[in-house]
């Protein structure tokens, strides 16, 4: 049978996409190895800070913002994993009090990120990020640290009960701290916003259901008004998919783009690739 290059190349590219379950980019969580819902700023509002003006937005602290003793905040049955046996179900209820007084205070500034956890498990998580971000640059010179913008809500079935969220947009981002005892800070690399491409082969593979393109929706982290309008036609085209649906919401965590990167490469090069000699 001829060989066919174009085939070929197609069957290739969709390797390097990995659209199951595992990868983060299909199914993010907020897990021990997943990363961080960002609670405020809006995410508007985030886009317009850490996006479009470049600013460095630093983690609050929950303890400095209720004026409360850390030990009160980080106390051992409000980080517990909830367990019947234990009691943890209290503590995770006072955690989620103390979360939304923080919400409510006047005392949470503007340019602070908040999140669900407390300032132990914080602290904990966002190390962790770090290490794991700052070993794919350093070991194979790849960004990883992403902070997501907007999330698609869906069920692989319309009897399935399983909620999977999946980020639509991706910033790459940096964080960092002056020492130890420092709280972590948040800003964007200067590098292109990212449509989660993994997601868009899944929706068009499985169901048919077709993403808006950079021309229909150009991303640029200039335009304040960039991740509102992509949001919202990601929402318009699943509308008529029971239960889908978008959550405006923002998150930071790890994601490995290093064969998305070989997957853009190869769509970019494709009649070139296409011509080598090999593929003749």
């Given at each position: ?72 905040v980080d106390a051992d049955t409000l980080a517990a ?157 699943v509308a008529h998919v029971p239960r889908w649906g ?13 064969k998305l990167a070989m997957w853009e490469d190869l ?14």
């Amino acid at each position: 049978m001829p060989f066919d290059p174009d085939a070929r190349l197609a069957e290739w590219r969709k390797s390097l996409l990995d659209i199951s379950k595992r990868n983060r980019l299909i199914k993010f969580a907020a897990g021990r190895g997943g990363g961080a819902y960002l609670l405020r700023p809006s995410v508007g509002d985030l886009w317009g800070r850490l996006v479009c003006e470049g600013a460095r937005l630093t983690f609050a602290r929950k303890a400095e913002i209720l004026g409360l003793p850390p030990e009160v905040v980080d106390a051992d049955t409000l980080a517990a994993d909830f367990d019947p046996q234990s009691g943890a179900a209290a503590g995770a209820d006072v955690a989620r009090e103390l979360t939304e007084m923080c919400l409510r205070s006047p005392n949470l500034p503007s340019d602070h990120l908040l999140t669900e956890f407390t300032d132990r498990q914080l602290a904990a998580r966002l190390t962790r990020l770090f290490r794991t971000a700052r070993e794919g640059a350093t070991d194979h010179g790849v960004t990883t640290l992403f902070a997501a913008f907007g999330f698609l809500r869906w069920f692989e079935s319309a009897d399935s009960t399983e909620e999977v969220l999946s980020p639509l947009l991706l910033v790459p981002v940096r964080l960092e701290r002056e020492t130890v005892e420092s709280p972590f800070t948040l800003r964007a690399e200067d590098e292109d916003v990212v449509p989660n491409h993994c997601l868009a082969e899944l929706l068009r593979t499985q169901f048919r259901i077709k993403q808006p393109t950079a021309a229909e929706c150009p991303l640029s982290a200039d335009d304040p008004g960039c991740v509102a309008r992509y949001v919202a036609a990601v929402a318009a085209a699943v509308a008529h998919v029971p239960r889908w649906g978008v959550v405006e919401s923002a998150a930071v965590g790890v994601f490995n783009f290093q064969k998305l990167a070989m997957w853009e490469d190869l769509g970019r090069n494709a009649a070139r690739v296409a011509a080598h000699p090999v593929c003749r």
